[in-house]
């Protein structure tokens, strides 16, 4: 199924954030005692803001133009207590978000939410905002949270890739007796682990055994082929950006984002499209073919060359590409 249909069909049954209810037989887990108790006494209400900063200028290497360009699949998130976690870095992915970053399929995940919250209680609600048609763009939902559940976690698949995504992990929104007014976090891609395709379009190879989830960064992978691989800077850009904004509370819970349009992406003069970095790409060339045959007359000196080809392009006053033809005299072989 196409997967922009398929999040169309999601975003009609999980547009909301939708509160879970647990039957009273449930048991809760215990809640870990080392992280800070939040004593909020009202719930809170929060606009979050996804803003795609996925350029060409920024990530001009093997950047995806078209089948399919550069886009972000729909967000998928949950408000949970402590004790659950939907993703972490350094450890395996599960089922859920293996289908989720390679396909952008939903349904596993959020089954494994639904089972987390009935068997330990430590889901809140989930949230979901629209696809971004584009890799600069915008979407918007908003949700709630409560003292018990003040945690934020969200993952938003990279389009396309093998099973790359973006999120964040358990970001706490109270602080003691208060609720936070603003939080805002750069975001960086990261590799599910179930995938072994070294770039945008590569197909499906299954990684065997399963690694863990790991951040990808300007040298990790270390591999040329690698699309994230600017050896010359020391940290990626920052691929997306999260903005999370406390509202005033109205009585109505239910959010329903924008459908997924052109619409949701950036406007020409867009403050943030004006923040874009311009990455400086390097030419990539390939070895030296075999020198060729000796041409020449008899009794005089002949010439051979050999070529390479450019293998990848120079971008933002990147390093220039080298000669691609090198001759050499000789003596030529066969003459007449």
């Known amino acids: ?7 169309e069909a999601l975003s009609h049954f999980f547009l909301m954030v939708v509160t879970l209810t647990l039957g009273p037989g449930t048991l809760s887990m215990p809640v870990p005692t080392d992280v800070p108790l939040c004593t909020a006494s009202e719930t809170a209400q929060y606009n979050l803001s996804f803003t795609g900063k996925w350029s060409q200028s920024a990530f001009p290497k093997q950047y995806p133009v078209y089948r399919p360009p550069a886009q972000w699949s729909n967000l998928i998130g949950v408000t949970h207590s402590s004790d659950y976690h939907m993703w ?10 293996r289908e989720f970053s390679e396909k ?6 959020m089954k494994e939410v639904e089972e987390a919250g009935e068997r330990i209680q430590s889901v809140y609600g989930i949230l979901s905002a629209p696809a971004v048609v584009g890799g ?5 939902t908003e949700f709630e949270v409560v003292a018990r559940h003040s945690y934020l976690s969200f993952i938003v698949r990279i389009v396309p890739s093998p099973d790359w995504f973006v999120g964040v992990d358990s970001i706490n929104l109270c602080d003691g007796d208060d609720w936070k007014d603003n939080v805002s976090l750069d975001l960086y891609p990261f590799d599910a682990g179930t995938d072994s395709g070294f770039t945008f379009s590569s197909p499906n190879f299954q990684t065997i055994p399963q690694d863990k989830i790991t951040e990808i960064t300007s040298s990790i992978p270390s591999h040329p082929a690698n699309s994230f691989y600017y050896p010359r800077l020391k940290h990626l850009p920052p691929i997306a950006k999260i903005t999370l904004t406390k509202v005033k509370k109205t009585n109505q819970i239910i959010s329903l984002p924008v459908e997924p349009t052109q619409s949701n992406q950036l406007p020409i003069g867009n403050e943030i499209e004006e923040q874009l970095i311009n990455t400086p790409l390097d030419c990539e060339v390939s070895v030296w073919s075999p020198w060729g045959l000796c041409k020449g007359k008899c009794g005089d000196s002949g010439v051979r060359h050999r070529t390479r080809y450019i293998l990848m392009h120079p971008a933002n006053n990147g390093v220039a590409c080298p000669l691609l033809e090198e001759e050499r005299k000789c003596s030529p072989d066969n003459c007449l």
């Open 1 to 7: 199924m196409n997967a922009l249909f398929y999040f």
């Open 88 to 97: 972490q870095s350094n450890d395996f992915a599960s089922n859920g978000v």
């Open 104 to 109: 952008g399929e939903a349904w596993t995940l």
């Open 136 to 140: 600069t763009g915008q979407m918007s």
